[in-house]
T-cell receptor
Framework: DGGITQSPKYLFRKEGQNVTLSCEQN?????MYWYRQDPGQGLRLIYY???????QKGDIAEGYSVSREKKESFPLTVTSAQKNPTAFYLC?????????????FGQGTRLTVV | AQSVTQPDIHITVSEGASLELRCNYS??????LFWYVQSPGQGLQLLLK??????LVQGIKGFEAEFKRSQSSFNLRKPSVHWSDAAEYFC????????????FGAGTILRVKS
C-alpha cells in the first residue's frame, strides 16, 4: 500500500541531545513537509521541500534541521537548540506544491524530552 | 500574514443532531481552504477543500462546507452526526501560490453523546 511512514511512533530524548525523526513516502510525491502540533495551537510548519536537494524554512524552523537527499525521504533533526521540543510531529507529502493537490499525512511521532 | 480562527475549542452534540464548526480566516486574497479531521494520536485526513467555483463544497463522510467571502468564513456542517465523527477538526488555509503550505487553526474537538 502506498503511504507515508513516520518512525518511531514514540521517542524519548534527554535534554541536550539531538534526535532524528524519520519520514518515508512511497507515493512518488515531489513535495514534503514537517509540521509540529501542540495542544490548542493547531499545526505549525517547520520545513518544507518541493524537490530533492532543496528545502525552505517554515514558520518555526529554529532549532530544527532537515535534509532531502532522496525523493522518498525527508528526515527531521530536532537539535539541542530547540527550547521546547516535546510535541507531536507530523510529516506530509503532496504530488507538488500546487493548490489542486492533496497533502497526505503520516501517523505522527510523539517526542518527549525527559 | 494569513491566520485561521476556530472559535470553539470543544463542541458536544448528540448523536443524530446537526453540526456546524466555525472557521474564520484572515488573508489578503482569496485563499485555498481546507478542513481536516484527526483521530487521537493519528495523522490528518482531508475532509474537503475549496479552491474556486461553487461556494458550497461537498466532502467525504457526509460533510459539507460553505465559503462566504463577505464573512471570511468557511464553516463545516453535517446534518446528522454519528458517534464515529468524534475527533478533532482543523480548518486550514493555503496561499494561492503554494496551496499545500498550510496555516492551520487551533482545532475544534468534537464530542458526540449518545
Amino acid at each position: 500500500d502506498g503511504g507515508i511512514t513516520q518512525s518511531p511512533k514514540y521517542l524519548f530524548r534527554k535534554e541536550g541531545q539531538n534526535v532524528t525523526l524519520s519520514c518515508e513516502q512511497n507515493l512518488n510525491h515531489d513535495a514534503m513537509y514537517w509540521y509540529r502540533q501542540d495542544p490548542g495551537q493547531g499545526l505549525r510548519l517547520i520545513y518544507y521541500s518541493q524537490i530533492v536537494n532543496d528545502f525552505q524554512k517554515g514558520d518555526i524552523a529554529e532549532g530544527y534541521s532537515v535534509s532531502r537527499e532522496k525523493k522518498e525521504s525527508f528526515p527531521l533533526t530536532v537539535t539541542s537548540a530547540q527550547k521546547n521540543p516535546t510535541a507531536f510531529y507530523l510529516c506530509a507529502s503532496s504530488v507538488q506544491g500546487g493548490v489542486d493537490t492533496e497533502a497526505f499525512f503520516g501517523q505522527g511521532t510523539r517526542l518527549t524530552v525527559v | 500574514a494569513q491566520s485561521v480562527t476556530q472559535p470553539d475549542i470543544h463542541i458536544t452534540v448528540s448523536e443524530g443532531a446537526s453540526l456546524e464548526l466555525r472557521c474564520n480566516y484572515s488573508y489578503g486574497a482569496t485563499p485555498y481552504l481546507f478542513w481536516y479531521v484527526q483521530s487521537p494520536g493519528q495523522g490528518l485526513q482531508l475532509l474537503l477543500k475549496y479552491f474556486s467555483g461553487d461556494t458550497l463544497v461537498q466532502g467525504i463522510k457526509g460533510f459539507e462546507a460553505e465559503f462566504k467571502r463577505s464573512q471570511s468564513s468557511f464553516n463545516l456542517r453535517k446534518p446528522s452526526v454519528h458517534w464515529s465523527d468524534a475527533a478533532e477538526y482543523f480548518c486550514a488555509v493555503g496561499p494561492p501560490e503554494y496551496g499545500n503550505k498550510l496555516v492551520f487553526g487551533a482545532g475544534t474537538i468534537l464530542r458526540v453523546k449518545s
